[in-house]
């Protein structure tokens, strides 16, 4: 083989080889547009995700406070029950003294067990 068949040959591999990462270049290019989207939606799709993270967790938080809300609530609800009955028995006691004023057995009575409930709310 002369000089110029081997230089014509080694040009031709140059040449290929130039077109072949020419067309690697712009396969990878397509390759990235195509896959750009799904990338993108990829991204939006774990920020969902992690949104959702936090909110459950903060559902959790809220859920707590309304648990503890509700007891609070019946709490006192019965508190009020409780309050309401001494405050009529003591209200029917007046009523009875003041049809009978010798009879202070109700009013006795009742003083009693305002007495005992305010001890037991501690005075509040």
Do not use: W
Request: proline share 2%; with cysteine; glycine share 4%.
């Amino acid at each position: 083989m002369d000089i110029n068949t081997v230089l014509t040959v080694f040009l031709g591999l140059c040449a290929a080889i130039t077109a072949i990462g020419s067309a690697a270049t712009y396969i990878g290019k397509a390759k990235n547009k195509i896959t750009e989207p799904d990338k993108r939606q990829d991204e939006r799709i774990q920020n969902c995700e992690n949104r959702i993270r936090e909110l459950d967790s903060q559902i959790g938080e809220l859920r707590e406070y309304l648990k503890n809300d509700k007891n609070k609530i019946e709490e006192l609800e019965k508190a009020l029950k409780s309050a309401n009955a001494i405050q009529l028995q003591c209200l029917l006691a007046l009523l009875k003294n003041a049809k009978d004023p010798h009879n202070t057995a109700d009013i006795d009575k009742a003083t009693a067990a305002l007495e005992s409930y305010m001890i037991e709310r501690g005075g509040d």
